[in-house]
């Protein structure tokens, strides 16, 4: 499964993408913005286990962002339970070196698009820590609604923080 971006593919993970997803993932200004499941630092073994917990996902819901031969970043939904059976979250992260070229923002449109004629979901969430406004604004602009802002709600790295919350919505 792979979808075209301008100026890279989003396509399934495999093992041979390690050594990239590792490189580019090892940073603490990409960490610093995630749910603190994402290691930090990020080895080769947390890139091996990640590739392997989603490398049989059948849909497909997480992606690679392939530019320059290599793994540049990541973004996909999870899938939730419950009453969220039908609302997945939506996660990304792309590298330092290729951030503010516009590749999240187009890489949030194709997931969205994607995930709504393939899933059976009604609705996007996408959660933004407060100090990451570049997020935000990628979100925006892939025409993601915000619905509100949860203050003083989350810690990251010893810090309390509002959490943004984001959503788009099955036309």
Known sequence: MELKGSTFTLRKL???????LQKHADNINVSSFLLDRFPSP????????????????????????????????????????DIYSKTPLLGYWISELYSGKGIITESIGLITDYAFAN?????IQAHVLG????????????????????????IKNNEILDEHLYAAYKN
Not at 46 to 52: G, K, M, S
């Open 119 to 123: 899933l059976d979901i009604i609705c």
């Open 131 to 154: 100090k990451n406004p570049a997020s935000m604004r990628a979100l925006e602009k892939a025409g993601y609604i915000k619905q509100g802002i949860l203050e003083r709600s989350v």
């Open 42 to 81: 990020y080895t080769l073994d947390d890139a091996i286990d990640f590739i392997n917990l989603k490398i049989k996902e059948d849909p497909v819901t997480n992606f690679a962002i392939i530019t320059d031969e290599e793994v540049v970043g990541a973004i996909g939904v999870d899938m939730r339970q």
């Open 14 to 20: 495999c093992l041979d993408d390690a050594v990239s």
